[in-house]
């Protein structure tokens, strides 16, 4: 299983980025995915999540800015991240998993975004 991150870069306060995930080497499709964050010197923070059935998750300080999608034909999903501010600069990282999605197993490389002030 393999999950690669793309669209990160570096954009400016107020700007907007869309991430992509793509997942491939699996015939079943994870029950849940996220999106996650670590800032430098932080911990990794779950920033979005969908699970099947369910209705999307979004961390409080990204609620109204931030929108996870997932395109279950291509195996895709995105992150589409407006409004951003330079406190959102760190490296985010997509993740899958049968369970719930703060259980999940398999994690990206990762996309590095960098918002500057």
């Known amino acids: 299983v393999q999950l690669v991150e793309s669209g990160g870069g570096l954009v400016q306060a107020g700007g907007s980025l869309r991430l992509s995930c793509v997942v491939s080497?699996?015939?079943?499709?994870?029950?849940?995915m996220g999106w996650y964050r670590q800032a430098p010197g932080k911990e990794r923070e779950l920033v979005a999540g969908i699970s099947k059935g369910g209705s999307p998750y979004y961390a409080d300080s990204v609620k109204a800015r931030f929108t996870i999608s997932r395109d279950r034909a291509e195996n895709t999903l995105y992150l589409q991240m407006n409004s951003l501010n330079s406190e959102e600069t760190g490296m985010y990282y997509c993740?899958?998993?049968?369970?719930?999605?703060?259980?999940?197993?398999?994690w990206g490389q990762g996309t590095q975004v960098t918002v500057s002030s």
């Open positions: 993740a899958g998993g049968w369970g719930n999605i703060e259980e999940l197993d398999y």
């Open positions: 080497g699996m015939i079943f499709r994870f029950n849940a």
